[in-house]
């Protein structure tokens, strides 16, 4: 039997989110269901909902950084039990057989491609509705634990923000010696910083302003630049064996590029609605690379969450109740997030 649970969703691009009912599936013998104690606000929620990337289904249950306690697992589950403290990201299953799935790279699935967490549809031909909601039922292979020592409000916003930065920061070897910098101080920005400083590499922010730059270097940043000063641009050219773009608009990549080394790689991470323009002079000269990296799979998701737990890196989150999404929205578009926003789901 489904279950009626509680959720905010949205019903076009252009209404604010309100609170509804959704349903969950009957527990099958691969499913572990959770409560949802806390689901993070990422700024694909509200690219989804706004409709920025194609028409989604609505009505949409946005949230895919979520973090819950286990009430129910099927009789062929193995990995939890009632009690265990989960979380789930990005997507809840992917075709399992393709090489990148057998790899462990669901989220680059190649056969029916990842199922995403909401406005998707699952293997059962429903379609699937995210975190904003006080309960989900998840296979068990697209679950992850969370270590003990990282509370629930914080573990959330590492199932999307801290995977998608730790998946390029290890891919592209950021360690002592490495020169880091990360565009952009938001739910991304900010987590960039703490993993590449926790690595070991040094870690330079390219914000608008210098508005943040106390909290910035608390974060565990070496250096703080603002973008909108020209010198900016002058000072760092040629600097950076790796740069993290995580701006969720279009920015003017020649200008980014041309900090980076001979043969250094800027990785797009955000999502802007519009397609990016790359000229090619500062791509060309110092052979440089442009790659783009999206989340990361379920072994290096878990290994992202113990990874945090050993160096004691969480989030910096606000804990909102549900009736403040939109307002939440608002302030994310207004680059006023200090650093995620996350619901209590005990408020929806
Ligand atoms: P966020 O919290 O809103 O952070 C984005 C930051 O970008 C802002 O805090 C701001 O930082 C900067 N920014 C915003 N508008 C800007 C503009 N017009 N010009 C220059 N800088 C601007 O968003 P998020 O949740 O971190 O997500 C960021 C992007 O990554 C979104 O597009 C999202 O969809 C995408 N995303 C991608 C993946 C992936 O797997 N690749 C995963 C999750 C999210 P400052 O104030 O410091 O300048
Ligand atoms: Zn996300
Ligand atoms: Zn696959």
Redesign the pocket.
């Given at each position: 039997m489904t279950t009626t649970v509680s959720a905010y969703a949205a019903n076009s691009a252009t209404e604010p989110l309100t609170r509804t009912t959704i349903e969950r599936r009957a527990v099958g013998p691969h499913d572990v269901a959770f409560d949802i104690k806390f689901a993070g606000?990422?700024?694909?929620?509200?690219?989804t909902v706004k409709a920025e990337w194609g028409r989604p289904n609505y009505p949409v249950v946005p949230g895919h950084e979520i973090a819950g306690v286990v009430t129910e697992v099927g009789s062929e589950v193995t990995r939890y039990k009632v009690g265990d403290r989960v979380g789930v990201g990005?997507f809840v299953d992917s075709c399992r057989e393709c090489d990148n799935c057998r790899a462990g790279l669901q989220?680059y699935c190649t056969g029916s491609g990842m199922v995403g967490t909401y406005d998707a549809t699952d293997r059962d031909g429903t379609p699937t509705y995210g975190g904003y909601s006080t309960a989900i039922v998840v296979d068990e292979n697209y679950v992850l634990r969370i270590p003990d020592s990282i509370p629930l409000d914080k573990a959330a916003p590492l199932l999307?923000?801290g995977?998608?930065l730790y998946?390029p920061l290890r891919h592209w070897n950021a360690g002592p010696g490495k020169q880091v910098a990360v565009?952009?101080?938001?739910?991304?920005?900010?987590?960039g910083v703490k993993l590449a400083h926790a690595m070991g590499a040094r870690v330079t922010?390219?914000?608008?302003?210098l508005?943040?730059m106390e909290d910035?270097l608390q974060l565990g940043a070496d250096e703080y630049y603002a973008?909108s000063d020209p010198d900016t641009f002058r000072k760092l050219a040629g600097r950076f064996d790796l740069i993290l773009n995580?701006?969720?608009?279009?920015?003017d990549m020649g200008a980014f590029l041309s900090l980076l080394e001979t043969d250094g790689t800027l990785v797009?991470?955000?999502?802007?609605e519009k397609p990016l323009v790359v000229p090619f002079f500062p791509l060309g000269i110092g052979r440089r690379s442009l790659s783009?990296?999206?989340?990361?799979g379920i072994p290096e998701t878990q290994e992202m969450l113990d990874f945090c737990a050993e160096h004691g890196v969480t989030p910096e989150i606000e804990v909102i109740d549900a009736s403040y999404v939109n307002e939440a929205y608002e302030r994310?578009?207004a680059?006023d997030?200090r650093?995620?926003f996350v619901i209590d789901a005990a408020t929806i």
């Open positions: 606000i990422c700024h694909s929620d509200i690219h990005c989220q999307c923000a995977i998608t998946s565009i952009g101080l938001g739910g991304l920005g900010h987590m922010v390219l914000s608008q302003s508005k943040k910035g973008t995580t701006v969720s608009a279009n920015l797009e991470l955000g999502a802007p783009g990296s999206m989340i990361g994310v578009l680059s997030v650093y995620r």
